[in-house]
């Protein structure tokens, strides 16, 4: 969910009382005063997920591309199409007439011409002057239009400026349900601008002496008074709440690795290169390897010798003889390419820092000890190199940075801080309308495999890149290739993205930067990987980082090893290749007014498969690749949060309160709901399973980190001696029964969880508090 600035914005009371419309220009002095939030705003969803999840369509509510084309068909049916005429009649310009069917959203009318247009050519009342009559009953109408005769008004020009009336707590509570903005001035209630003119022409002030007539509805009544259709501003409500917060971050296994290299229990806890490096030699599971030149034994895939490609050698795990059948003959055993060897790791550090001719470091993380099948590491010149840029590997020799998807279609050079010139360079030489690109706020259509990255991945990338120059130039003696000295230089770059639990990579090239952290793709690039952009998180790779790096033999043996690994790729996507949803995406520029006039019917999203251009109306054809259209418009996709308060936020405690204040806030949430579903998903499953896991846990060796199942009778690590830990703490038992506690006490629910909170408490003090039975002698029973 992105934010979208062209529909209807939250609606919010602050603390003295005031209701106000909330936009970005405002929303700093207002953050620290809003007391309620009466409306969160518009949500915008497509007709294509509709149709993808084959779901009835909702009513749609009053929007400004609907009043648009009711504004276009009344100019044709009553006067022919004169726009001249109709502006004159209306009191405004022919350009004006001309913008607002031009571009609905950006062109709209103050509040006398909206009620001109509704009165000359009968189209309902503009949506931005609808407010939200739905909510109320024809009961508090009349209230609100009996406070507004009592009170005072000031005009100019026969249009309403202000209203001044007093503070009455039912007709305050009925603003409200309206989001009618309005004032607290002195203990009484002050509507001013365009709203007071509006709220007065549809409460009938010109007409006092008409009465309401309890039998109609609140839009009727309005109708009689005005003789101007309204339109509902809010039919349909969908509530909605967060499923994973955003994430651009590079990955890392854990713990972290530089190289993958085996350091067994030579490196310390840290599994240190170096710290390995100080001892003449260490004995590790590695690859056997012979030279068909020299017969050299090694691990290494080039011979240290002669220089010669070596070949696997299959080693018997019993008798220790090399065959080439992969049976052992007398051991009746599989044979393996890997023994238990002793390897001079000073030698081989000092030799690769010595090719790259650089000092020792102090921190070069290997692993301790390789989970592929035939134990071949790298070699130590890339972990060097690795720890040097601040780099960390996975598992299949790639080096990879996490980001959440995001869809993206449309963009202007200004928004992903790119230079017009170097778009140009790339292949964007006009804009969406055709127009030759030339300014940095000119609107251009996202060609299918373009992807615009994070800044903070662009950052970690031009390290990546600068690693790859290195160890092009100082291990494989071959020019630098990426020669980038800052982020800027990644645009046109070819990246791999991968999505988790997948073994294809799809090719895409760096066109921009976003200060978000998403993936900013074309949906059809991000379907080629299997996501749907519903808040997953894939992979992005630098191309030559996997071409170079990556390799099918370091993959683990275990089940599921393969996954998650770019073992193919995909250099161009087919259209015709992605999953069903992605053909399912509306493209087109403007929805028909059939189709409002549809969702009014609940009508099923195939009858208007055929009004609607989606992608899979273009397959086969050259439509299918570009010619894209969006129906809103948004100033600048950049813009919200670029990282959510649930992240910013350390402790769970913290975002539990956060998350509750909100609640609280909010109009449409009832936050003893929340904080029962808080206490039943989340805290009295957590603590009951942490308990439970006390009980069976397992024990863990702090040297070598070896885990038992049952703490060995010598009460020391059988393998190195060490000491042993426990695994469940009690402080990660009884972390949220503080919290939780104070849930039930403070939102007042029900008695079973205050008993059940009551339960697990005495459970935890007779587990870890409760004293040692007295031992009975068989003696006692006998008095």
Known sequence: VVPVDSIEPPVVRLKNGSVVRVTLKNFKPLEKLIDKILFLGDILIGFGDFLYTNKPLRPSGY??????????????????????????????????????????????????????????????????????????????????????????????????QEIFGIKDKTVKGILEKLC???????????????????????????????????????????????????????????GARMGRPEKAKHREMKPLVHALFPVGLAGGSRRNLSEAATKASIEVDLAVRRCPVCNETTFLVKCPKCGQDTAYEKICPQCGRSFKADDCPVCKVSTRSYARQQINIRALMLSACRKLGLPKLNMVKGVKGMTNETKTPEILEKGILRARHGLSVFKDGTIRFDVTNAPLSHFTPKEVGVSVEQLKKNGYLHDQDGTPLTEPEQICELKLQDVVVPRKCADYFVRVANFLDELLEKVYELPPYYNIKKASDLVGRLIIGLAPHTSVGIVGRIIGFTPLNVCYAHHLWHSAKRRDCD??????????????????????SHIGGIMDAPILLIPVVNPMEVQRQAHEVDVAGQYPRLFYEKTWEKAETRQLIDSIDIVEHRLNTAAQFEGFKYTVPVSDVNMGNPESVYKKLGKMTDKLHSQLVLAEKIEAVDADVVAKKVLTTHFVRDIAGNLRAFTTQKFRCKACNKKFRRLPLLG????????????????????????????????????????????????????FEGKKPRQICLTAFSD
């Not at 894939?538 to 990556?550: E, G, K, Q």
């Not at 009884?734 to 629910?749: D, H, T, W």
Request: a negative charge; one cysteine or more; glycine letters at 6%.
């Open 180 to 238: 009618i903005p309005h004032e607290v001035v002195a203990n009484k209630l002050k509507i001013i601008d365009d709203e007071a003119h509006i709220i007065a022409f549809c409460l009938g002030l010109n007409v006092p002496d008409r009465q309401v007539d309890s039998s109609e509805s609140v839009f009727e009544a309005i109708q009689n008074f005005t003789g101007i259709r309204i339109r509902e501003k809010a039919p349909s409500f969908v």
């Open 716 to 767: 020391k690590c059988p393998a190195c001696k060490g000491e042993l830990t426990l695994t469940v703490y009690r402080g990660g038992i009884e972390k949220y029964l503080p919290e939780a506690q104070r849930l039930v006490k403070k939102y007042g629910l029900s008695e079973y969880y205050a008993q059940r909170l009551s339960m697990v408490a005495d459970e935890i003090i007779i587990l």
């Open 535 to 556: 808040g997953d998180e894939d992979a992005l790779m630098l191309a030559l980082d996997t071409i170079l790096n990556f390799s099918k033999v370091f993959l683990p």
């Open 63 to 160: 929007n400004e591309e609907w009043w648009q084309e009711e504004l276009e068909e009344a100019l044709d049916k009553k006067l022919g199409g004169d726009m001249k005429k109709v502006a004159e009649t209306v009191g405004v310009s022919v350009s004006v007439f001309e913008g607002w069917l031009a571009d609905p959203y950006k062109n709209k009318p103050n509040a006398k011409e909206a009620i001109a247009v509704s009165s000359v050519l009968g189209v309902p009342l503009h949506p931005i002057f609808t407010f939200f009559w739905e909510n109320i009953n024809v009961e508090e109408f009349g209230s609100l239009r009996t406070w507004l005769l009592f009170s005072e008004t000031k005009k100019e020009d026969a249009i309403v």
